[in-house]
């Protein structure tokens, strides 16, 4: 290549500052445009503080449980959600200032404003255009633009949240006082995670579902389980039940469901699902098209339908994980700049649900282990029987093996238990290796420990194919 490539990023999130690194790391010329703060959504207000509170309310779990280990944990459990919400925002923006100062390093040029594409001339470059707060328009002229501009909360007109009562999971940190009743409308994956953390925090939680079970479209029997805990723990949670409205009433709020019932408390939570960052970007002028949903329609290797320009993360809908939109942005990056590509391949993602238990998840699955499928060996052990899982007092998870029959290749796994989301990246490689259970069963495993049971679920599909 003759000159050095150009590229513009719009969106610091995972999506665009991964992106960043490599492409300055190989030689480009690069600047991410941002609007609120490096490092995105992900690290500013969902993933980085989100975990963080968890942090706390699996140490309070901890506490709540070692009374069966023989710790009497007496009065140390109140929480001051003030203090918490202090070193969960303080944390953010150290990891955010952390990955600005890696840009910088990198050579990597940061400029604070909003940005959209002009719209395309028909000449071989393109550009971008930024709003500056208080100061002049850019015209960047770019080789090629990633737009990774992730999404934000989904707000529903009748549950207009209010930053006090009526809240988003962006506004929770502001809160310096507990909730007394927390209510959680919505039991996907976020608002199961929060559900749980304020339950084990002090709140009494309510989760609102719309569907039969928590956690629809994931694994239905760490679902099941999961639903089990948060009940034995004291959670209310009220199935096929659709929130309507949320409205306050002095200091408190009631969630009148669409079967006319309602629910009261002293806060909601609104965990209703996101929308794309995709307005206001020039995308129809510059021919990227759109979803009927408003995401941005990739190929696997990051590219749309605009040439020179590639989108990435949360505001294509891929799937809505950082490593995934990290992994599109870096695959877009390589794309533009001629280096060699994998395109992307979800079939190998990992993820984890960081409720207590935690879920986590790779590969093919198929959500019920009873349900047949001639497609998949499978074997559910449980872990009660794990001896590492005795000692320390654990009694509700799971090891789950899927193989494809014949060979043994491992095709996917679940993992429910403390830390799954350590424990899954043993399953991680046998399928991105494409490892046999027999290969996996041949593997030490320490003793004790839970990582004992992933083994033995292999050495058990070993001799279902035996049989
Ligand atoms: C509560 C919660 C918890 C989560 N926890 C996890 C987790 O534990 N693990 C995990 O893998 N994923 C998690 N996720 C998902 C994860 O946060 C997203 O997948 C990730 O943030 C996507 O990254 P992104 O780069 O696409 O976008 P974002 O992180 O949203 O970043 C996009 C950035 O672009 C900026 N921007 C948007 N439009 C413009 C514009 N026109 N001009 C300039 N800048 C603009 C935004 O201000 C933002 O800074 C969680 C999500 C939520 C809601």
Excluded at 145 to 152: K, P, S
Excluded at 318 to 338: D, E, K, T
Aim: with cysteine; proline share 4%.
């Amino acid at each position: 290549m003759g000159h050095v490539t150009r590229i513009v990023i719009i969106g610091g999130g995972p999506g665009g500052y991964e992106a960043a690194l490599v492409a300055a790391r190989l030689g480009a010329q690069v600047t991410v445009v941002d609007r609120d703060g490096i490092g995105g959504a992900a690290v500013l207000t969902d993933c980085v503080p989100s975990k963080t509170l968890i942090a706390t309310s699996d140490l309070m779990t901890a506490l709540q449980d070692a009374p069966a280990l023989g710790v009497d944990s007496g009065t140390v459990t109140a929480v001051d959600l003030a203090r918490i919400n202090e070193r969960v925002l303080a944390l953010a923006a150290k990891q955010s200032e952390d990955i600005s100062e890696d840009l910088v390093k990198a050579g990597v040029e940061i400029v604070r404003g909003f940005g959209k594409l002009a719209p395309a001339d028909g000449a071989a470059t393109t550009a971008v255009e930024v709003a500056v707060p208080n100061g002049e328009d850019l015209l960047l002229e770019a080789d090629a633009v990633l737009l990774a501009t992730g999404a934000r909360p989904r707000e529903m007109a009748s549950a207009q949240p209010d930053g006090e009562r009526i809240l988003t999971w962006t506004q929770l940190y502001r809160l310096t006082e507990l909730p007394a009743e927390l209510i959680v409308v919505g039991s996907g994956v976020t608002g199961a995670e929060f559900a749980g953390a304020y339950q084990a925090l002090g709140s009494q939680v309510t989760l609102v579902s719309s569907r039969d079970r928590v956690l629809p479209g994931e694994d239905q029997d760490a679902a099941q389980v999961l639903e089990e805990v948060f009940q034995r723990r004291g959670m209310r949670v009220l199935g096929r039940s659709r929130a309507a409205s949320a409205v306050r009433e002095g200091d408190r709020v009631v969630v009148t469901l669409e079967d006319g019932r309602s629910v009261t408390g002293t806060h909601v939570l609104m965990a209703v699902g996101s929308l794309p960052n995709t307005e206001g970007l020039g995308l129809p002028e510059a021919g990227v098209q759109t979803t009927p949903s408003g995401h941005i329609l990739v190929d696997r290797v990051s590219r749309t339908t605009a040439s020179n320009v590639y989108a990435a993360g949360d505001c294509t809908g891929l799937l809505a994980l950082a490593s995934v939109a990290a992994m599109q942005g870096r695959i877009a990056v390589y794309h533009a700049l001629g280096e060699a590509v994998w395109p992307i391949n979800l079939k190998r993602v990992s993820a984890n649900i960081f409720t207590s238990p935690e879920i986590a998840t790779v590969g093919r699955t198929t959500f019920n282990a009873e349900s047949e499928d001639p497609r998949f060996d499978v074997v559910k052990l449980p872990l009660a029987t794990n001896p590492r899982a005795k000692m320390i007092g654990f009694t509700d998870g799971f090891v789950k093996l899927y193989a494809r029959p014949g060979s043994g290749t491992v095709l996917g796994g679940v993992v429910v238990a403390p830390r799954a989301s350590e424990l899954i990246h043993s399953l991680s490689m046998a399928v991105d290796l494409h490892l046999t259970v027999d290969q996996v069963a041949s593997v030490f495993t320490v003793y004790p420990s839970l990582s004992g049971s992933i083994a033995e679920a292999a050495r058990r599909l070993h001799s279902d194919h035996e049989d």
